[in-house]
């Protein structure tokens, strides 16, 4: 049966909180109370095992001790993220790295975001690694993966969603992110580490926005960037 080891306090609790994804069993060197309750109340299989033996399953992470063994991470169609109300979504083009992908879902999470979507190939998918960075976040954050990020924004369109490439702040077209209107149904369209947006992905979207550097360096992280963007966008609804 297709799964991952997942791994971390926080990850581990959010799967048995969010009851998303399955659980089969819990492996715990420290007698955390919360795992083992929330393992209880999902009557998943607690194992009390040594610390080193979770090393020798995820060796060279920050694991605190705790593991649990899940089912294949449960993406989510596009269709199930554009049906919230008034829908915020964050577009990943070309993320890679997945301690980027899981801080953009925390900060997804935090705001109240409908989904975020990323592409199937040459991309990142919601590993351990992403999970453990997203602090359990992505056990409650809507994922979708779509093999076509320009149709995927034509869909987005259709669906009556305002779609914004983020762009460097020298941008002549973007427009400051606090002078844009974000309270409506809207998606944030954030590149890779290096290369930024595709150029058919942002000819795909209505408009840019970007964030003022007052320093030396001209861009954020891509996480840092989206949760600046996200909680924007929540201040403006309200």
């Known amino acids: 049966m297709k799964g991952d080891l997942i791994y971390g306090l926080r990850p581990v609790a959010e799967a048995l909180k ?24 999902r009557e998943v299989p607690l194992k009390r095992i040594r610390r080193e033996h979770i090393e020798e399953l995820v060796p060279g992470v920050v694991h605190q001790g ?27 083009d070309g993320v890679t790295d997945p301690r980027n992908l899981g801080a953009v879902l925390r900060a997804a999470d935090g705001a109240g975001a409908s989904g ?7 991309a990142v998918g919601v590993t351990p690694a992403a999970v453990k960075a ?4 992505s056990e409650h954050v809507r994922v979708a993966r779509e093999t076509n990020l320009r149709r995927a924004l034509e869909r987005m369109k259709e669906a009556g969603v305002w779609t914004y490439a983020a762009e460097d ?3 002549p077209l973007a427009t400051t992110y606090t002078d844009l209107d974000l309270s409506g149904s809207v998606a944030l369209v954030l590149g890779s580490e290096g290369r930024g947006v595709r ?3 942002r000819e795909g979207c209505d408009g840019a926005v970007s964030i003022p ?15 600046v963007l996200l909680f924007e966008a929540r201040r403006q609804r309200g």
């Open 199 to 201: 150029r058919l992905v």
């Open 169 to 171: 702040a020298a941008s």
């Open 66 to 92: 705790v593991a649990a063994r899940v089912g294949a991470y449960p993406y989510s169609g596009l269709e199930e993220i554009l049906a919230s109300p008034d829908p915020l979504v964050v577009v990943l």
């Open 213 to 227: 550097m007052r320093g030396a360096v001209s861009s954020l992280n891509v996480s840092v960037a989206a949760a």
């Open 134 to 137: 997203s602090a359990g976040a």
């Open 18 to 41: 969010s009851k998303r994804r399955e659980v089969r069993e819990v492996l715990d060197s420290v007698g955390d109370e919360e795992v083992a309750s929330e393992a209880a109340i």
């Open 116 to 122: 975020v979507v990323v592409p199937k190939d040459r």
